[in-house]
């Protein structure tokens, strides 16, 4: 197989007029998106301060021509990769694709507004390189296969993710096939993300994506210069689908290519958690408001979730029953039941709750299990529900979280999920981000629109 060469023909040969409109306009929307979280998290996450105070020590963070969202000034373009990419993901509200259980815009978003601002590219042909690096991460993702890799102890995003960068931001370097090649050779030797952050709640997974944007925008600028990357970096004989999982099915990474556009495929998060905790807190909330419950009337909660869910935010229960830090938290299904149940939403403030004995008793009575009818089904997110309350049980099954591309949120939701998220943290410059972006698809300037 080839699947390297052809994915390199793609995303340096699709011309943005392949591309379906409604494909740049989803595009669009997930950027923005990703925005919303990156400005709050630039405030807000724990982890910013010192991630920022690394690149001033290393003499990374001077003045640049490249924006970070949240930020009053701009950067040189490998760190505002890394910070739109980190403050994008540390709140862990950005979107997910389902299939290959990954966060596309996060490690591909910053990558291509750097190198856009860095070529002079136009808004449709960023956007038009957004969706090409989508593309290549999500069809990476799918081909690695979530549960092996899961289970190899890798973390997609930023795996996969660096491929997507390298793809985005190749294409606005104006990398041809060879070259983008090139790029992918190098993305190989510097795939890297482990899910060991679990074990303490570390801030690992935030870094890890940001360097994945970072990482794919320098690859694809080693291309460009002429450096010489390794071949076949997919399938080869030390290529990452064999190095990082034990199941590969190197056929989905190119199935449809140019027809099938996985981008449409991406949903967009109402709670800023693990995936895998979404659908259990669709379902609980729905309970709570057809029945009127208040934390106390919940004797026992039980959520049936697909085994990576179990692997994420399941196991051990007893300490995803104690979540003390925000990225325990967002990887705690007892504690997204607990803020559920107790406040009838779930949003980045309700972190507040954290080592509340109230919130810690409710977690208690949350038990989390492997459902086998979850397993094999298309998408891995969805639950099983059974829940006693008042003397009464009672069951439910949510296929699909919601925001998935069915449930697809409307410009008006996006946008107050973005007003939410900034509000607190506004200023006279942020402010104008939603009418900025807005306006990129039809900007000769991606650096002008955005200045």
């Known amino acids: 197989m080839t699947i390297t060469r052809d994915l390199a023909e793609f995303a340096a040969g699709t011309k943005a007029d392949e591309i379906p409109a409604e494909v740049i306009d989803r595009a669009l929307a997930l950027m923005t998106d990703l925005a919303g979280s990156a400005i709050r998290a630039a405030h807000d996450a724990e982890s910013s301060p010192a991630i920022l105070a690394m ?118 370097l104006g990398l041809d ?10 993305a190989a030797s510097q795939a890297s993300g482990s899910l060991q952050f679990l074990e303490n709640g570390a801030w690992n997974k935030r870094y890890q994506v940001g360097e994945a944007a970072m990482k794919g925008l320098m690859a694809a600028t080693l291309a460009a210069e002429g450096f010489q990357g390794a071949k076949e970096a997919l399938e080869g004989r030390h290529g990452l689908l064999k190095g990082y999982s034990d199941d590969a099915s190197a056929e989905r990474a190119t199935a449809g290519l140019g027809t099938v556009w996985e981008t449409m495929r991406i949903g967009v998060k109402p709670y800023p958690a693990c995936r895998y905790t979404h659908a259990a807190v669709d379902g609980l909330l729905q309970l709570r408001q057809a029945h009127g419950w208040a934390a106390d009337d919940i004797a026992r909660v039980s959520v049936g979730l697909h085994r990576n869910g179990i692997a994420l935010v399941g196991a051990p229960l007893e300490e995803k029953r104690r979540a003390r830090t925000i990225v325990e938290g967002q990887f705690s299904m007892p504690y997204a039941a607990a803020v559920a149940l107790l406040r009838g939403q779930f949003g980045w403030d309700d972190y507040d709750l954290l080592g509340d004995a109230g919130a810690e008793a409710v977690a208690a009575r949350v038990d989390v299990w492997n459902d086998p009818s979850l397993e094999g089904l298309r998408h891995p997110f969805g639950a099983t529900l059974k829940v006693e309350a008042r003397g009464e049980t009672h069951e439910l099954r949510i296929p699909d979280p919601s925001g998935e591309p069915e449930t697809f949120p409307d410009p008006e939701a996006l946008a107050r999920k973005f007003a939410a998220l900034t509000r607190p943290v506004s200023n006279s410059r942020d402010t104008d981000w939603l009418s900025l972006l807005g306006g990129l698809r039809e900007a000769a300037s991606v650096r002008q629109q955005m200045s």
């Open 55 to 172: 690149l001033e020590r290393l003499g990374l963070a001077g003045e640049g021509p490249c924006l970070v969202f949240g930020m009053s000034r701009c950067f040189g373009a490998g760190a505002a990769a890394l910070l739109n990419g980190a403050f994008g993901h540390s709140l862990d509200f950005d979107d997910t694709h389902a299939d290959s259980s990954l966060h596309p815009s996060a490690p591909v978003v910053p990558a291509a507004l750097a190198a856009a601002e860095l070529t002079g590219a136009s808004g449709l042909g960023m956007l038009a390189a957004i969706v090409v690096g989508f593309e290549v991460c999500c069809r990476i993702g799918m081909a690695l296969d979530p549960t092996a890799h899961y289970a190899r102890g890798f973390h997609p995003t930023a795996t996969a993710g660096t491929f997507g960068a390298a793809a985005a931001a190749g294409r606005l």
């Open 177 to 186: 096939a060879a070259a983008m090649e090139a790029a992918f050779g190098v």
